[in-house]
């Protein structure tokens, strides 16, 4: 009976079993499991795993994303020669990325030790950044000229589809100057005359390339809007230097949102899962932006010592100090959200920032007077209950409070949405913005608004 | 010369072409331009574009996601024989979504007017919520029963394959009860002998499957995971009713991270592009929010009520309060975030909730104490330099602040850190947790943590 979603296999019991048992596991079991069991041993026994297991099963284990944090501990305590014949079967964006993670000594030793064909794969995919195209891609894919037939070039892919990444994707190019003219899906192929031309089927639309140089999340936004199985990477002069497949799209924005997340909550982003974080890694990242923004709200301390006296005068004022300037930063945090994901989608761009503030201006106005009247309203109701005693003037210090709302919510909105539109302006990730920032910007303008408000609602009375 | 990513083509003049031009420009643009510059007309002209490409054009450019906010408003400009034409020939998935958009009569109008298989096939992804594994399928896949060689498949495939929405994964039925036994890539059914049976090389491993009542998110794990093109949706007795494929799986990651992080933000989740929210939609799902964190927060004036007549004796205590009870939202944002990736990416469950703790607790002592050090630090800088007055017990007044600095971050990190858990154990989205809500959590502790710190340490002094 089918569940929700498959229970992960208890493979708790790895390390007990012997060879022959490793095989028919690794027969029966997704590999993407096996992986998940095997980094969760001690590099050693992961190592002793792995070898254990045919040659085929290792290296598809070897591959999976499951495995990656723990792949450069594992292949230092494989035996020199397996590790190299490994590594040659490895996929080369897999490669790339174990090379990455390689002290920069044992990656000439394993270097050194490769056929010279994949290490010139490596290499051309080690001079891209590792969340670049080009640091993703794979060169195995499938390439015909387009003066065959989609007879002739099914019976390529039977010859040597299997040791590409996908054969559901061909790529068409020019019988002389190799340049891409067209990708064809496998299943056009299949379906079409046998005896026509690719190019016959190919139709008008140029192919959808990226450059080398596009980032992840460009691959990705590709790929999510015109539904590809993989984008191919072009060079300037025309010529695919490899493809990104749909999979390594989808780690992409898995690890983008875990990203993104943690930066909006106010830390910097962890690679590793939250329980493999060690104490240290967890403080370092952090206490970086704690401290920052610590400081930073330090300026709270400095406006609030401005408005001393006045505190000492009308004590009262200082009750609805954290209300006021929360309810800034909640409406900036909100506005901030709202325009990283719509920056992030291309819904609205740098230009645009006008647009925005045409519409957050009223937003905010809005959302300060609701907030204000509720505001207004606690105050008078617990005054007129004989809750609390908010002194002679507490009628007064209502509307001080309610018209400080609307004016610390406004420039919330409007600091909020402008944020990511400044961060961008100067060059970094929109979505480094984050809620605690936005907070902290707005805490101390919403002080100084709430006790000018204060100042002239309340002078020649409380002040 | 490649750029970076496409530019999108400009389409603006779409609406002054003729047909002819408008079939030319359909052949010649990619399907997702073209519904893109749709999408941004009015529903009557847009509509009249539409039904002026050749039919096929028609169809594919309907189905776009980037059409979908506007394809109810569309399709009621639409004559209703041609509409119900497009409907009929619209994939199942997205004819679902589009129902479920419409009016409840004009759904029964329409769906009278379809064919009755069209009409079981809606009927049947209808039962299903939108966001579930049964509401996002298409019953459009390849299956054969499990006695068949790789040739007669391929054969069959060359039949039907115009139909389906994807011929790569190929569902393998037993010829009894039609349960499903296999799923076979298309690559390995070209690349296998063809005269072999298909179950020879479909390997021991049980087929991945999902429940219909599966969600979306489930879906994208088990395909992420597995590096799958489609996922097989199974009821209980074991019979495919249909795939999610790929592309509907990054539509579904991208959607949630949107919603994700206008959510972490603090608002309702969005439906629309930025730009197309209207001013009362985007008052109503951010006033929403704002007001339960306003009135959460109104519980931070009641807790300084408690402490007024400490601050009308020391003053200089209510100029820390923003940078105290800040630092703890700030920390609780952080551990927040943390935790809320951690269990959607399952790397911690529910059970783990103490283990957490034993993370959480160190960390936000150590993050708290190197706060503490700072904000005394500032505290006595200021004063030995002459910068501001503190007071005669200045060195105490930031003894006080530190303190409650390490009590503060400490307990807005297990706050933050088990407020995911508490939602998710109330049955709720752990998502749901947003940095406002923490951040408003967090200060009326904070405020009482700070007092009772200060009164401690500075009882028989200022207090």
Redesign the interface.
């Known amino acids: 009976?089918?569940?929700?979603?498959?229970p992960p296999p208890d493979l708790s019991h790895l390390t007990t079993l012997p060879p022959a048992e490793l095989s028919r596991l690794a027969?029966?079991?997704?590999t993407?499991d096996l992986a998940d069991a095997i980094a969760r041993l001690r590099p050693a026994e992961a190592a002793r795993v792995l070898t254990a297991l045919p040659f085929d099963a290792m290296v598809r284990t070897f591959d999976e994303p499951?495995l990656w944090p723990a792949r450069a501990d594992v292949v230092t305590h494989i035996e020199p020669t397996l590790a190299a014949t490994l590594i040659t079967a490895m996929s080369g964006d897999e490669g790339a990325d174990l090379f990455r993670e390689l002290p920069a000594r044992e990656r000439d030793r394993y270097l050194a030790a490769l056929p010279e064909q994949k290490r010139a794969t490596l290499r051309l995919l080690l001079q891209y950044p590792e969340d670049s195209a080009g640091g993703i891609m794979t060169p195995a894919f499938v390439s015909v000229p387009s003066n065959w037939s989609p007879e002739q070039v099914?019976a390529y892919?039977?010859q040597v589809?299997?040791e590409k990444e996908?054969?559901?994707d061909v790529y068409v190019l020019d019988p002389e100057d190799h340049q891409l003219v067209a990708v064809l899906g496998?299943?056009r192929l299949?379906?079409a005359d046998p005896h026509c031309s690719v190019l016959d089927i190919a139709?008008?639309?140029p192919p959808?390339?990226?450059?080398p140089?596009?980032t992840r999340l460009?691959v990705?936004?590709?790929?999510?809007?015109?539904?590809l199985?993989a984008a191919p990477v072009?060079?300037?002069g025309?010529h695919v230097l490899g493809i990104v497949t749909?999979?390594d799209?989808?780690?992409a924005?898995?690890s983008?949102?875990?990203r993104?997340?943690?930066r909006?909550?106010?830390?910097e982003a962890?690679d590793e899962?939250?329980?493999q974080i060690t104490?240290w890694e967890?403080?370092r990242k952090?206490?970086g932006?704690?401290?920052a923004?610590?400081?930073g709200?330090?300026l709270?301390?400095?406006a609030?010592?401005h408005f001393?006296a006045e505190?000492?005068k009308a004590?009262?004022l200082?009750?609805?100090?954290?209300?006021v300037?929360?309810?800034g930063?909640?409406?900036g945090?909100?506005?901030?959200?709202?325009?990283?994901?719509?920056l992030a989608?291309r819904?609205?761009r740098l230009i645009?920032w006008w647009?925005?503030v045409m519409?957050e201006l009223?937003?905010g106005i809005?959302?300060g007077t609701?907030?204000g009247i509720?505001?207004v309203a606690?105050i008078l109701i617990w005054q007129h209950l004989g809750w609390?005693n908010y002194g002679p003037h507490a009628t007064l210090v209502a509307f001080a409070v309610g018209a400080a709302l609307i004016g610390v919510?406004t420039f919330g909105s409007l600091a909020g949405s402008m944020l990511p539109f400044v961060i961008k302006r100067l060059g970094f990730d929109p979505a480094s913005a984050?809620?605690?920032f936005v907070?902290?910007l707005v805490?101390v303008t919403g002080?100084v608004i709430y006790f000018t408000v204060a100042l002239v609602i309340l002078r020649g009375t409380l002040l």
Chains 1, 2 share one sequence.
């Open positions: 009976m089918p569940t929700t979603l498959v027969a029966t079991t997704q993407a499951e099914l892919i039977r589809g299997h996908t054969i559901y496998l299943n299949l379906l139709g008008p639309r959808l390339t990226v450059s140089h596009a460009d990705a936004r590709l790929v999510s809007k015109y539904n199985l072009v060079d300037e025309g749909v999979d799209v989808i780690d924005l898995v983008e949102q875990t993104q997340v943690q909006l909550g106010g830390s962890f899962p939250y329980m104490f967890m403080i952090r206490a932006w704690l401290s923004l610590f400081i709200e330090m709270t301390a400095t609030m010592g001393e505190i000492a004590v009262v200082s009750l609805f100090i954290p209300l300037i929360s309810s930063g909640n409406s945090s909100q506005a901030t959200s709202l325009i990283i994901r719509a989608l819904q609205v645009d647009r925005i519409r009223p937003t809005a959302l609701i907030l509720l505001g606690r609390y919510v984050s809620a605690p907070a902290t805490d002080l």
